[in-house]
């Protein structure tokens, strides 16, 4: 158990309190024997001694990468549990991209939080609430990203992926444009390219370059420098996503 806790103690600041906290105290306490919530609050006090902070001070802790390994757990088990079922190839997503940014070990140990935090009911709202109050805007949109390559992973999206996931954003204050962007990034359409670049395909070879400049600045991976390595290849895969739709448009354009 003691590696255990290191690791969920490790680099968390705002997670071990709130909604979040509580799911992850719940979770452990069913799964490791001897292990009660008691026992997690207790951790969760001396990490913040250990820091010099107060986790229920609004703001009080920087967001760390261990913040937001523990609200992509959360979020990712609301989502791939909205259509009703646990499908074996979404599971198997979250978890190799867990593998991808953490190294396997790492990602063992948030699997088997995963696996039973997906069968805890949490209310995507307040969960939602304790991000957003901790978490820069960039680090949301990329939470939204990952959300939608777990519900394209098993080949389709559903309607109640699609529903959850927006209401999702709506909770994290993304806007639609950027929720339309995000998914059309998923998604393979004629319009796919203006969506991603949040333009009409009635836009003007300036404005085009100027919504190319505008969404370069928004989702360059630099602004997610903060959570370490670890997230850098969502950003990019991102940032990729962008300069594959100009050069889309470009090329129709023959500009």
Known sequence: ???FTKWLGAGLGFTLGGPIGAALGFTIGSFVDGFSIEDFTNEQREYQERVGGD???RGSIDTQSGDFEMSLLV???IVIKSDGKIDQREL?????QFSGM???ERANNA????KGIVKKQISARQVCMQIRAHMSHASRLQLLHFLFGIAKADGFVTESEVEEIRKIAGYLYINDRDYTSIKAMFYDASDTAYKILEIDTSATNDAVKTAYRKMVKKYHPDKLQGLGEAHLKGAKDKFQSIQTAYERIKKERGI
Request: no cysteine; aromatic share 20%.
């Open 75 to 77: 979020l990712a088990s």
């Open 111 to 114: 699997f088997k939080l995963f």
């Open 55 to 57: 986790s229920n001070r």
């Open 92 to 96: 198997d997503y979250v978890r190799a």
């Open 102 to 104: 953490y190294g396997k």
């Open 1 to 3: 158990m003691g590696n």
